[in-house]
């Protein structure tokens, strides 16, 4: 792991040279853990003299413990972290992304030229190197226990928020953490009988019946590495609707599977998945995009949706999840977090078979 943060702190900085800027000041959460190893709040200083960490004094010890190679830098209780980071900011800077106060403060010092661009560092990070995606398959490994686990849990009469409880649970003692997506209360989706209509439903106090379908969708940290898998299942016997629409998802989501590869278009992905479910007329009730990428945050580029020209690289960890959802009846999605290369290959491998628990 640790020769990943070197690498990426040359390659960063190769990429603000070329842009004839010498320093590299990173704000954002998940890029100060790319290229340093700690998970905290606080100002990345990259250059030529080596990587160094502004952060709180409550942070200190934590981050000297967990940065890789980084010089941790406090101010005295008090001064604010962006003060101390100034004194040490010169020249010409490319960063992530600034917090308001600080450009200000940055930009009315006349000796500093700011360059904020996030997009650099997105187009490194959706490239995996080989830590990053054993990350990757160990947190979809965990998820897929995770189903396993859930077909235990699910019964006649359970809530959702205690098969949530329960799943969540699991998933801390397993080596799990839940990532933060604002639009949701619930760091997983429990959705059974109509709820399961909504693409995001969030976790309600509902009791599960006999005939429910139940959609559970699961993104998960690992180490910093986010996963992310749906499956639905029924609890009883199907009825020939629930079947129709389970079998129309798994094929449009196994075509699409087929279609990802290096070099193919995002679009294109999206629209082998949209042309299966077409094919059955159900159009109309496929709502949202194909897929989207995975990493250090539960949605990242690149996404697989319409009208997204760009290409898929080898290296790229993307989903692949169609779904149907008819309003007030029942939703159907099958999610699988996917390697990019001369084909895609699968991390997430719970069975796809229509299960009736
Ligand atoms: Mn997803």
Redesign the pocket.
Known sequence: MSSSFLKRREKVLLKAEELGLNQVLVSNVENIYYFTGFWGGGYLLLSRDGAKLFTGLLERFRAQENSFETEVITPALGVPVSSKLKEYVKGCLLADEIPFTLKEGLEKSLEVTLKVNPKIFYSMRRVKDEDEVSLLREASKLIDRLYEFSTKVIREGVSEREIASKVIGEAVYLGLDTPYVNTDFTPIIVASGPNSSFPHAQVCDRRLRRGDVVKL?F?FRYKGYVS?E?RTFILGSASNDFRDAYETVLCAQEEGLKAVKAGARACDVDSVCRKVIAEKGFQEYFVHGT??G?GLE??EPPTISVNQCELLERGNVV?V?PGLYFPGKFGVRI?DTVYVGDSAICLTAFTKELIEL
């Open positions: 969708d993104f992310d749906t897929g989207h995975v539960v949605h989903t999840e999610e």
